[in-house]
Structure formats: structure tokens, C-alpha cells
């Protein structure tokens, strides 16, 4: 299982969402699936996938949070063939952000929100071997703009297994873009690749619960401290949601709970739902009391 996985929230189409994602790129599969009752989202579905080898999760919770290109998803291809094709699967129903051209940066790239809103950037690569076909991409605007390397430094500190690679910045005359900014910065956590990127232009986004990262923790000691090192708002802590200060969600949550919620057992899914939906950080003992109806 990998440490940190990527949490999207939809509206109700969790399932036509990762049925359409697994289509589209090789090496992919629905891993999972479960059904919450009596939350307040109503009846949710859950589901866990897994595409081009990274793993995602998918709800169907209700239309409280929406999609925004703060948080996007870089797929590397071998050929520019390869490139034209996802945009023409991807971009059905959905619209550009960048167009599908030839930039100074790459030969074939374009940003697009496909039809579900999700943001994806396809880019051609030189590079032999690709080690991680998708990469989440962070976008820091607004009022977080200019605090990407603060954000890397501190999420370099605090998961093992974690590296910064390269920091590009702006150089002098990119206005709105302060020189010395990040024009473009990569970063390992938990072995996972990321990228990130500061912008002054006047987005009307931010981070929201929309996409969250979820850390997959094997004790309560490791649950309290992601708990600790990451959360900076109590307003937003919520069965086993945080935000850090940057305003970037996560979720800090027990492996066991993956467990309890797809084991099929209707009763015990409920008490462990009922339990886990009064807490704000997550308590492994108490979840597993309500799981043995104890």
C-alpha cells in the first residue's frame, strides 16, 4: 500500500469516475469498494483504484466540495502520440486550461479539467524509463502564494523516506511572479513523487476538500504525530480530516479502518461508521471496540 494516497471527492460519481479512469490508462484496476449508511452525506459509496501502478480513492459524498486546478495530476508519456491520445480520452466533456501544443518547456503539453472537473497535465518526456507515470502537482495561489518551498521543506521533515529533488525559480521580470518564487519544484514523500509551484496571477481557487491526501498510519502513535506535525486549523478537524497551514487537506488514517470498512459485514461497518463519525483524530482502540460491538 503506498503511505500517502490521493482522495477525491465527487458528487455521485465516484463509480462512473474510476470506471471511465481505469479505461483510459493502462496498468489499472478497481481495487475496492464499500457502502456507508446514516452518514451525512446520506448513503456514500467508497471505492479504491489503482491507475498506471498509484492508488486513489474515490467517494460519492454530496456536492460540498469541487474540483479546482490547485491540485492536478502530471502524466509523463513516452511519445507525443501517447500524449495526443489520453488529451482526446481526457478531454471529452471537458475543457483546456493550457491548449495541446508545443511549449518552451516541452514538445507536446496541455492542462486540462475533464469532465468531472479533475485537473490533468500531459506532458511528452525524452527520458528512457518513466518512474512514476502520475504525479500529483500543487498549485500554491492567493494567499499561500510564495510558501511552496516553506510547504516542501516542512513535508520533507515529516514523512521518512522523503527527498527534495529540483527547485526551478522565477527569474527577475515574470510579474506578477516575485523572483526567487518557485516556478517549478520536485519533491519525494514517502517515496511518492510530487511537484509544486507558486502563482501570483489572480486565480479564483484555492486548496479545498475536494482533493485531500490521505496517510495510511499502522499505529496510533504514528496517527498522532502526522496529527500534531500537520494540522494548523481545529475548525477543520474532522473524522480524521485536517488542514495544514498552508491550507492543504489530509486525512490521517489508521490501515486497520481500510480494513474494517471493506470487510462486507453490514453491522459491524455500521458501528465502526457510527464510532469514527464523533471523533476528530482517529482512535484506533475505540474503532476497533465498536467494530467487535464492544
Not at 515529516?158 to 521580470?173: C, E, L, V
Not at 479545498?208 to 496510533?220: D, G, K, M, P, Y
Not at 504514528?222 to 500534531?228: A, H, P, Q, V
Amino acid at each position: 500500500m503506498q503511505k500517502i494516497t490521493s482522495h477525491l471527492w465527487f458528487d455521485t460519481e465516484a463509480k462512473e469516475a474510476a470506471e471511465f479512469y481505469i479505461s483510459i490508462f493502462p496498468n489499472s484496476k478497481i481495487k475496492t469498494t464499500a457502502k456507508l449508511e446514516n452518514t451525512p452525506s446520506g448513503s456514500v459509496d467508497m471505492l479504491t483504484i489503482e491507475l498506471a501502478g498509484q492508488e486513489f480513492s474515490l467517494i460519492s459524498a454530496g456536492p460540498l466540495f469541487k474540483f479546482n486546478p490547485s491540485v492536478s495530476y502530471v502524466v509523463t508519456c513516452k511519445t507525443t502520440e501517447e500524449v495526443d491520445e489520453l488529451w482526446a480520452k481526457l478531454f471529452e466533456g471537458g475543457s483546456a486550461l493550457m491548449e495541446l501544443r508545443e511549449y518552451p518547456f516541452c514538445k507536446r503539453y496541455g492542462w486540462l479539467q475533464d469532465k468531472f472537473g479533475l485537473s490533468w497535465q500531459l506532458m511528452f518526456t525524452e527520458e528512457n524509463e518513466v518512474q512514476q507515470k502520475i504525479t500529483p502537482s500543487l498549485l500554491f495561489v492567493g494567499d499561500v502564494c510564495g510558501k511552496t518551498e516553506e510547504a516542501i521543506n516542512l513535508y520533507t521533515s515529516i514523512f521518512p523516506n522523503s527527498k527534495i529533488g529540483t527547485m526551478n525559480r522565477y527569474p527577475a521580470g515574470r510579474d506578477p511572479d516575485k523572483e526567487g518564487t518557485i516556478m517549478q519544484a520536485t519533491f519525494t514523500l514517502a517515496g511518492q513523487d510530487f511537484t509544486a509551484m507558486d502563482s501570483a496571477h489572480n486565480h479564483k481557487f484555492k486548496f479545498n476538500e475536494a482533493i485531500s491526501f490521505i496517510v495510511h498510519c499502522e499505529t496510533q502513535e504514528e496517527i498522532d504525530k502526522y496529527w500534531e506535525k500537520l494540522s494548523a486549523d481545529p475548525a477543520a478537524e474532522q473524522c480524521g480530516w485536517l488542514k495544514d497551514k498552508f491550507g492543504l487537506s489530509w486525512q490521517i488514517v489508521p490501515t486497520v479502518m481500510d480494513e474494517m470498512l471493506s470487510s462486507g459485514n453490514k453491522e459491524k461497518i455500521a458501528r465502526v461508521t457510527e464510532a469514527f463519525l464523533k471523533m476528530k483524530k482517529f482512535d484506533i482502540a475505540e474503532l476497533e471496540k465498536a467494530y467487535e460491538g464492544n
